[in-house]
């Protein structure tokens, strides 16, 4: 094989059996081809391309949290010159079809035929070469080559050791043939998140500079130590540190950890926390202590957790269920804002208890709360609420903090009073009966006050002063949740990309769309659906 001509080649497929079928079943060397690696979902794939710029890249369309079509999509527009190949079943043929857009020209239907893959790989292959500067040098190719193979390796050993892929024979020749900083001895996993307020943008642009730094300056200190560092999406660090941690300076691992957390690298609007999982005898059990480190890291919505969460903290048992009573449901039902705000102050206080219970008991009340009420209001509204419906338990396991909790709570009940008081309204004027019909079928072109006095024959100023005496609502806040619950529908799709559904609702500056879907639902149009693209495809 000609070193010169290696084409170099990634695999992106949620499905163990394909990843590893596709990469045993050719005879890629023969073809000068090397396959570089494999990936789970669109963002792993896409850390490996801005890594490592593999030539070729054969991708599923549909895998939980980042699908194919918005892998090609993020690659393209950072100006990758990778060449894809889709992988598409018959039900996806649409998703295959909106890909052109992006630039792609080939994709397969499954079951793949080997012969059709073979022939469509060698021929992508030549298009490669024929493009390439056969002048460079063939020195500093080959070890650029040899870098990025050891970087690859030291960046995929992370991944495997999560999911446990390695044996300890095929963990052991990985270490010695990269001459990789950690060894298969006692280790834990150190988990550091970054959070900011849900008021943020989509692009977490404070978040990621700091993230970029932090990874930064832990990689100059750590240098030679027996520590891996890994990116940890989508807004994370995760770290392999072999036990017993010695740096010089250095008191511990948590003073290390706490020192950086402490600094001035984060933004007003950022915050970090760290957790340090429980030890594992060996690196092949280190999904155990991952496992025990993502426990604990949300503990860190209690302000008194500290930087670096301390895992005695995380022992307290859970506390007795506290059901709520029907005092928020009243006040809901009186669409009394304030007296929501204080009944369920007083319902979270009840289950803050001291010592502090578990986060996800939080989180569990908190989702039974929504759960009851939708369901009471559903005998009002003639089914389930429309003003919200997210998954509530996965939305409040992303808040930053307690009080970011106890507003989104809020604001979620306020939802719900207000769609219930618009209800009544409708079903008792005939005026506002016919106002809001022709908000609901011209939503996508963005109605304006004006548009519906016309339709209804009133002045502007008449009409907003009715519609807000009738509802208790400005028009603006009212056609704003509508959209915001169109969004959240649409977005349950996959191949519904966040930046569409924004044009289609009429905006122009995809920021004022997320920022104003982050404050309603308590996460970003990215987040929002990956949490639904994962469920269903689990």
Same mark, same amino acid.
């Given at each position: %094989?000609?070193?010169?001509?290696?084409?170099?080649?990634?695999?992106?497929?949620?499905?163990?059996?394909?990843?590893?079928?596709?990469?045993?079943?050719?005879?890629?060397? +023969?073809?000068?081809?090397?396959?570089?690696?494999?990936?789970?979902?669109?963002?792993?794939?896409?850390?490996?391309?801005?890594?490592?710029?593999?030539?070729?890249?054969?991708?599923?369309?549909?895998?939980?949290? %980042?699908?194919?079509?918005?892998?090609?999509?993020?690659?393209?527009?950072?100006?990758?010159? *990778?060449?894809?190949?889709?992988?598409?079943?018959?039900?996806?043929?649409? @998703?295959? $079809?909106?890909?052109?857009?992006?630039?792609?020209?080939?994709?397969?239907? /499954?079951?793949?035929?080997?012969? +059709?893959?073979?022939?469509?790989?060698?021929?992508?292959?030549?298009?490669?070469?024929? $493009?390439?500067?056969?002048?460079?040098?063939?020195?500093?190719?080959? /070890?650029?080559?040899?870098?990025?193979?050891?970087?690859?390796?030291?960046?995929?050993?992370?991944?495997?050791?999560?999911?446990?892929?390695?044996?300890?024979?095929?963990?052991?020749?990985?270490?010695?043939?990269?001459?990789?900083?950690?060894?298969?001895?006692?280790? *834990?996993?150190?988990?550091?998140?970054?959070?900011?307020? $849900?008021?943020?943008?989509?692009?977490?642009?404070?978040?990621?500079?700091?993230?970029?730094?932090?990874?930064?300056?832990?990689?100059?200190?750590?240098?030679? *130590?027996?520590?891996?560092?890994?990116?940890?999406?989508?807004?994370?660090?995760?770290?392999?540190?072999?036990?017993?941690?010695?740096?010089?300076?250095?008191?511990?691992?948590?003073?290390?950890?706490?020192?950086?957390?402490?600094?001035?690298?984060?933004?007003?609007?950022?915050?970090?926390?760290?957790?340090?999982?429980?030890?594992?005898?060996?690196?092949?059990?280190?999904?155990?202590?991952?496992?025990?480190?993502?426990?604990?890291?949300?503990?860190?919505?209690?302000?008194?957790?500290?930087?670096?969460?301390?895992?005695?903290?995380?022992?307290?048992?859970?506390?007795?269920?506290?059901?709520?009573?029907?005092?928020?449901?009243?006040?809901?039902?009186?669409?009394?804002? +304030?007296?929501?705000?204080?009944?369920?102050?007083?319902?979270?206080? /009840?289950?803050?208890?001291?010592?502090?219970?578990?986060?996800?008991?939080?989180?569990?009340?908190?989702?039974?709360?929504?759960?009851?009420?939708?369901?009471?209001?559903?005998?009002?509204?003639?089914?389930?609420?429309?003003?919200?419906?997210?998954?509530?338990?996965?939305?409040?396991?992303?808040?930053?903090?307690?009080?970011?909790?106890?507003?989104?709570? *809020?604001?979620?009940?306020?939802?719900?009073?207000?769609?219930?008081?618009?209800?009544?309204?409708?079903?008792?004027?005939?005026?506002?009966?016919?106002?809001?019909?022709?908000?609901?079928?011209?939503?996508? /072109?963005?109605?304006?006050?004006?548009?519906?006095?016309?339709?209804?024959?009133?002045?502007?100023?008449?009409?907003?002063? @009715?519609?807000?005496?009738?509802?208790?609502?400005?028009?603006?806040?009212?056609?704003?949740?509508?959209?915001?619950?169109?969004?959240?529908?649409?977005?349950?799709?996959?191949? $519904?990309?966040?930046?569409?559904?924004?044009? %289609?609702?009429? @905006?122009?500056?995809?920021?004022?769309?997320?920022?104003?879907?982050?404050?309603?639902?308590?996460?970003?149009?990215?987040?929002?659906?990956?949490?639904?693209?994962?469920?269903?495809?689990?």
């Amino acid at each position: %094989m000609n070193p010169f001509s290696t084409i170099t080649l990634l695999i992106v497929d949620d499905e163990a059996e394909i990843r590893s079928g596709l990469r045993t079943i050719i005879p890629w060397n +023969e073809y000068s081809i090397s396959v570089i690696g494999t990936a789970v979902n669109g963002a792993e794939a896409l850390d490996q391309i801005r890594y490592y710029e593999p030539d070729i890249v054969i991708t599923d369309i549909q895998m939980p949290g %980042m699908n194919g079509l918005e892998l090609v999509r993020r690659a393209t527009e950072e100006q990758f010159d *990778c060449s894809f190949v889709i992988l598409s079943g018959y039900d996806d043929f649409e @998703y295959a $079809r909106t890909a052109i857009k992006y630039g792609i020209r080939d994709y397969l239907l /499954k079951p793949i035929s080997i012969k +059709e893959l073979t022939e469509l790989i060698i021929r992508l292959k030549e298009e490669i070469l024929d $493009r390439r500067n056969l002048h460079t040098d063939q020195l500093s190719t080959l /070890k650029k080559l040899r870098t990025a193979q050891i970087s690859l390796r030291k960046h995929n050993l992370v991944p495997q050791l999560l999911r446990g892929e390695l044996s300890v024979p095929q963990l052991h020749s990985v270490l010695e043939e990269y001459s990789l900083p950690v060894k298969d001895r006692e280790s *834990c996993v150190v988990l550091i998140q970054v959070f900011n307020s $849900r008021q943020d943008t989509e692009e977490h642009i404070e978040l990621n500079q700091s993230l970029v730094l932090l990874k930064e300056l832990l990689n100059d200190e750590l240098n030679g *130590c027996p520590v891996l560092i890994a990116e940890h999406p989508p807004a994370g660090l995760l770290l392999i540190v072999n036990l017993p941690f010695i740096v010089p300076g250095r008191e511990s691992l948590t003073h290390l950890l706490s020192d950086y957390l402490n600094d001035q690298i984060f933004f007003d609007t950022v915050h970090a926390a760290a957790a340090i999982g429980e030890p594992v005898p060996s690196l092949t059990d280190i999904a155990a202590s991952y496992q025990s480190a993502r426990q604990m890291i949300t503990w860190h919505i209690y302000p008194d957790a500290g930087p670096v969460i301390d895992i005695s903290m995380t022992e307290n048992l859970q506390p007795p269920v506290i059901m709520p009573g029907n005092e928020i449901l009243d006040a809901v039902l009186r669409d009394d804002p +304030e007296d929501i705000r204080l009944q369920f102050c007083k319902y979270l206080d /009840k289950l803050v208890t001291v010592p502090p219970p578990p986060p996800s008991y939080i989180y569990s009340m908190c989702n039974y709360l929504i759960i009851t009420i939708q369901n009471e209001l559903a005998k009002f509204l003639e089914g389930l609420p429309k003003s919200y419906v997210g998954n509530s338990y996965v939305t409040l396991h992303n808040l930053a903090s307690l009080d970011e909790i106890r507003d989104w709570m *809020c604001e979620i009940l306020c939802g719900f009073a207000n769609e219930l008081l618009v209800n009544r309204a409708t079903k008792s004027d005939p005026l506002i009966e016919k106002a809001i019909a022709y908000i609901n079928e011209n939503l996508l /072109k963005n109605p304006h006050t004006e548009d519906v006095s016309n339709y209804l024959g009133l002045s502007k100023s008449y009409f907003s002063t @009715y519609f807000k005496n009738k509802t208790q609502l400005n028009f603006r806040d009212y056609t704003l949740d509508l959209k915001i619950n169109y969004a959240q529908e649409q977005l349950k799709h996959p191949e $519904r990309t966040p930046g569409e559904v924004s044009i %289609m609702l009429g @905006y122009e500056d995809y920021r004022s769309f997320s920022r104003a879907f982050k404050t309603r639902t308590g996460l970003t149009p990215s987040d929002y659906q990956k949490q639904y693209t994962g469920v269903e495809r689990s």
